[in-house]
């Protein structure tokens, strides 16, 4: 049996939890779900950061104590997790007894081989990072560059850790570890900075209070990062302890806004303290709300994970996150395409397998499981599917061990889709009329019921509720449900005689009517005004005529009602990639103006900061109602495929490129396209219209940079 433990960040109790909150907390849940499933001796752990002076502040912003918020804000995650289904075997909170006496241990481990001394820092630092920045790092006027607000000038008496010791032996730990930071260019990013030179860590202050005292010196209080981060450990109990002997090292998985601190901070702390190093730490990126950051002064931005779940379904937006997105690239949110994947993936394609499978059950085999024919099982369309499944078992299992559940649910999808085929092709109902195919009948019935199980046991992780619900309704049990298939076995696991249920509609295709009525709720008012605002459509940049970028103005956050009876009425967008609303790609107007492109000679840092790589298409598809679009799904040397929209359809037909190996811009920022999320930018030539596409000389492996 493996071990598995996997975490999530510890999130900031001064705010409620959001989407990018729920999307880390949902893969980790989904990931534990999966390796339970499949035997593997599992821990799940989550909690609160709930030190520090951003805490302090917003505390007191409130008129509270910091651990009256704190009291209050952990709340609402909890509840919000409870709401989200995820079954987590530990929360664990910084103010709890257990943690604090955890890091004044590690501290006094630190110290006592002498990696702590004492000094004075001044500083830029930014509080909603809570990290110092060196002057160079720092914007114009002093702005922290992730939040580009103000950095405020700090000079304290401070205890340092020796933090550069450490960057030579870690250096030497991502060598023999190449998989130690995952995925590999956030492993690339962290190899990067130790090499650059590491200064020691200013760990502790005295300005406020909202912390952990330094041992032997109360003046001071621990540093919020290293509090923090040493959760992973302290939640496991004493150091000689039965579960940090179980479970110990986890695997992290994160943002990868806290990079550093995971691969560079948490690993020297352990090295300094003797302890092992976590097993993996991966990155997840980033979401974005229609091309904008999350952030509370942007009300288009602010999507309150309880609310969708309350409208579209606890297990609709769990699979949406997880299936949109490769873990680890950024994405881009928007409503439309919850919507799309909603109708198209789970109303149209698993909700259609199951309501049908029920119907011709009930109708032609009385209501129960039927027997298998033994001489049938290896024969035709039976053994087709039969075959499929398997695979796609072997598949999923893989690509869930491997961090990728966007692709473990594509694999799965060949499998609803499969039996959804072979319902059509073995025509239950027509077997039903001749008596002499009773066997067949029984035969394809079951197999039917056989795959609705199989893909219910893999969903189970992802979708717990429905796929408890699917399994009870083929008439399996609760212990079949919570396992993970054994590929070798489908077609045996119902019994023979088993009640199944009556045919019932899973998930209620969303029409056009509901769809207007989500979208006024879910978008604030305010951000439709500011959609509606004509002098906002001004910054809207063009986007190109290869289906690029539509990095969005204000226009772009948040669908105005005029967008939305476009949308009603099917009307066709002047150019399949203009800019402006992403799923009909209808602007309402054209922007007034638009920023002239800067010309003029491009610098070599400038072109540095473009990541061309080449890639190899793997799959290319029409997007339904767009002539000049096709969705490519592309191997760009990663551990899951990006997905692009390129306007290449009047060029090329999908069929003429699988296979071939394109130049691929990989950090163009996400954008969603005609409903469909974009992650970068194949490069072709021509102007308006697209002529030939880019291509590279000799047999160059997928991924190899491009400069
Ligand atoms: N308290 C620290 C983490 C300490 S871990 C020892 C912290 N908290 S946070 O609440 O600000 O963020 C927690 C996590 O949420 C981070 O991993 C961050 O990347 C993630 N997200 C916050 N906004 C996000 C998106 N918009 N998209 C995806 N994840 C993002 O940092």
Sequence with gaps: MSRFYISTPIYYVNDAPHLGHAYCTIAADALSRFHRAAGDDTRFLTGTDEHGIKVEQAASERGMTPIQLADDVVERFRSTWAHLDIANDDFIRTTEARHKEFVSELW??????????????????CVKCEAYYPEGELLEGQLCPTHKSPATWLSEPTYFFKLSKYAGPLLEHFEKNPGFVQPENYRNEVIAFLKSGVRDLSVSRTTFRWGIPVPGDEEHVIYVWIDALTNYMSALGPIDGELHRRFWPGIHLIGKDILKFHAVYWPSMLLSAGLPLPELVF??????????KISKSMPATRVDPNQLADDIGVDALRYYLLREVPLGLDGDFAYENLIGRYNAELAHDLGNLVSRALTVAGKFT?????????????????????????????????????????????????????????VNDTQPWALARDPARRADLEHSVRTVLEAIVCTARMLRPVMPNTAREMTRLVGGSEELAASWPAAERFGQEL?????????????????????????????????????ADPAATAVAPAKDAKGGQAKGGKRDQAKGGKARDKDKAGEAAPGDA?????????PDKPPRSKPAPPTGPVTFDEFGRMDLRVAQVVEAAAIPGATRLLRLLLDVGEPEPRQVVAGIAEAYRPDQL?????????????????????QGM??????????????VDGDVPVGTKIR
């Design 108 to 125: 006094r481990r630190m110290d006592a081989r002498g990696d702590i001394y004492k000094g004075k820092y001044e500083g830029w630092y």
């Design 283 to 292: 990155a997840t990126g980033w979401w974005t709300v229609r091309g904008e």
């Design 366 to 422: 009385g209501g129960v499981v039927p027997p298998i024919h033994a001489d049938l099982l290896g024969t035709g369309r039976h053994a087709e599917l039969a075959r499929e499944a398997s695979a796609v078992v072997r598949e999923a299992a893989d690509q869930l061990r491997a961090f990728a559940p966007s692709r473990a649910l594509e694999t799965i999808w060949r499998l609803v889709r499969e039996a959804n085929r072979y």
């Design 495 to 531: 019994v023979e005689g088993a009640a199944v249920g009556e045919s019932k509609i899973l998930f209620p295709r969303i029409d056009e009517d509901r769809q207007a009525a989500l979208l006024d709720r879910w978008i604030p008012a305010d951000a439709r005004a500011a959609a």
């Design 578 to 586: 203009a800019p402006g609303d992403a799923a009909t790609g209808a």
């Design 658 to 678: 699988v296979g071939r190996k394109v130049i691929f811009l990989a950090n163009l920022a996400p954008a969603t396209i005609r409903g469909v999320t974009s």
């Design 682 to 695: 194949i490069l072709a030539a021509g102007a308006e219209r697209v002529i030939g596409l880019s291509a």
